[in-house]
């Protein structure tokens, strides 16, 4: 007789058992939010260039584009640069943007108050001359640029472009930033044309200016370009620089001064 009951009770839990097990287990979990960790992660986001890579496509962006660069072109080549917003039919491409990294639309003060803070650094590292004035909302305009390899538009650097305003021919340019490149998430000054108290060739030290200059932009070391052609630039008082690139491929960064005007720059290929 036990034996009889023992094999009922056997089969019902072989019919029954696995049901009521799951509805048990399921109310257990229903109508809740549990997490697990996984070991598939999301894929790297490629967007999170080296400086020397930033440096690199920005470099390639301006240099798709020949814009002169003596005072006497200065206005030309703002108006050229004006026009640099929406040409993607090459390998590289400046576009202009009105939005940060997040998305969120960012006004033209925001840029100017990020390069007042960057030039204050690079006064403090005795990169730029201490007699440079910070530039202020009233004196200036700032456009804010993506610098897009093409191909590949994950690859770009998001930067400001900063300007003193030219719109009154007798705006004193003393001791002023006249141009600059500033990283919109980083802040720091891709390049930069200023005029200061420095007035003669032999007063700037550029292995010294650009060594500093790369520390800051945390670079590594240059090496002398040799390659230098004494007349790529408009001006006879330059010396240039090679950094490493992108995909084994290198930027040319030059400092440089004009006479008769104290101007000092700091740029990257063209």
Known sequence: MIAVIVAIAVVALAIWGPEVLAGYRDKGVMNKVSMHKTEVEAEAYRYSLTNQEKLYILSKCLSSHTLPESEENRLSRLEAEDTVNMDLTGTYAMVVNHKDSDGKTIPESEGIALC???????????????????????????????????????????????????????????????????????????????????????????????????????????????????????????????????????????????????????????
């Open 116 to 270: 007042r803070k960057a030039l204050e650094d690079l006064i403090r590292l005795g990169i730029v001359s201490e007699s440079v004035r910070l530039p202020d909302d009233a004196s200036y305009s700032a456009v804010l640029y993506s610098a897009i390899e093409v191909p590949e538009p994950r690859n770009n650097v998001l930067v400001w472009k900063i300007s003193l305003n030219t719109d009154a021919s007798n705006r004193d340019r003393t001791n002023r930033l006249l141009d600059a490149y500033v990283d919109a998430d980083t802040g720091k000054v891709y390049e930069f044309y200023v005029r200061s108290d420095v007035s003669a060739w032999r007063d700037v030290v550029p292995d010294e200016l650009v060594e500093n200059w790369a520390e800051y932009m945390s670079l590594g070391e240059s090496v002398e370009y040799e390659g230098t052609n004494p007349l790529s630039e408009t001006t006879p008082y330059f010396k240039e620089y090679v950094f490493d690139g992108m995909d084994q491929n290198t930027t040319i960064v030059t400092v440089g001064f004009y006479e008769g005007i104290n101007e000092i720059f700091l740029k990257i290929s063209r």
